[in-house]
Nanobody, 124 residues
Framework: QVQLVESGGGSVQAEGSLRLSCRIT????????MGWFRQAPGKEREGVAV????????TYGDSVRGRFTISQDNAKNTVYLQVNGLKPDDTAVYYC?????????????????WGQGTQVTVSS
């Protein structure tokens, strides 16, 4: 059973940065497609960034491209999301997700394993 545990969320001011971490157990991340999603109150869960664990291909949502970077550490079986230039609109619960079928898609329907989420709050 694949399990995901996120960490690194917090409260920051606009233009600040955070690094979110997602420790994965139950499978080697090189066998997985991994993604970060976020959900703000009253809004749908939105795909932020996805990485193919084997080949490193990445895909980003339009609203975060150029500010957020997804990466992985195979030795730690961990995927990261570096978030820079944060805006109040980035405030949300951020979720890590994984799936053994590597669609490399931002659609939440393509991911079967999810973490519990970590809150990111950005103040102006």
């Amino acid at each position: 059973q694949v399990q995901l545990v996120e960490s690194g969320g917090g409260s920051v001011q606009a233009e600040g940065s955070l690094r979110l971490s997602c420790r994965i157990t139950g499978d080697d991340i090189r066998n997985l497609c991994m993604g970060w999603f976020r959900q703000a109150p009253g809004k749908e869960r939105e795909g932020v960034a996805v990485v193919d664990g084997r080949y490193g291909y990445t895909t980003y949502g339009d609203s975060v491209r150029g500010r957020f970077t997804i990466s992985q550490d195979n030795a730690k079986n961990t995927v990261y999301l570096q978030v820079n230039g944060l805006k109040p609109d980035d405030t949300a619960v951020y979720y890590c997700a994984a799936d053994p079928i590597r669609f490399n898609s931002l659609s939440k329907d393509n991911f079967r394993y999810w973490g519990q989420g970590t809150q990111v709050t950005v103040s102006s």
